[in-house]
């Protein structure tokens, strides 16, 4: 079993940054491919990035390349998303999602373990 728990939400202007941070923990966490989703209201949630296992290889929805960054400190088992020139369609829960196969993930089905959400508000 592993435990995923994010945080680093909140609510800025638009243009601002946020950090996300998500921690996991249990057997063998750090050999997880790692992914953030996000759902805003009303909507279906939706995939935002994913890093492999040793962080060598990432993947992002075309909306948020070039503004957001994925890493990962397998040292800590936490996995970080820097939000950076965020904007208001970029408002929902954000989900981290741990993946036992080591490979990133894009779709939800392939993520076994999820955290229970941080909430990112940007007004405009």
């Known amino acids: 079993q592993v435990h995923v728990v994010e945080s680093g939400g909140g609510s800025v202007q638009a243009g601002d940054s946020l950090r996300l941070s998500c921690a996991a923990s249990?057997?063998?966490?750090?050999?997880?491919?790692m992914g953030w989703f996000r759902q805003a209201p009303g909507k279906e949630r939706e995939f935002v990035a994913g890093?492999?296992?040793?962080?060598?290889?990432?993947a992002y929805e075309d909306s948020v390349k070039g503004r957001f960054t994925i890493s990962r400190a397998n040292a800590k088992n936490t996995v970080y998303l820097q939000m950076n020139s965020l904007k208001p369609e970029d408002t929902a829960v954000y989900y981290c999602?741990?993946?036992?196969?080591?490979?990133?993930?894009?779709?939800?089905?392939?993520?076994?373990?999820w955290g229970q959400g941080t909430q990112v508000t940007v007004s405009s």
């Open positions: 890093i492999n296992w040793s962080g060598g290889s990432t």
């Open positions: 249990g057997r063998t966490s750090g050999s997880y491919a």
């Open positions: 999602a741990a993946r036992i196969e080591g490979a990133v993930g894009v779709r939800m089905n392939e993520y076994d373990y």
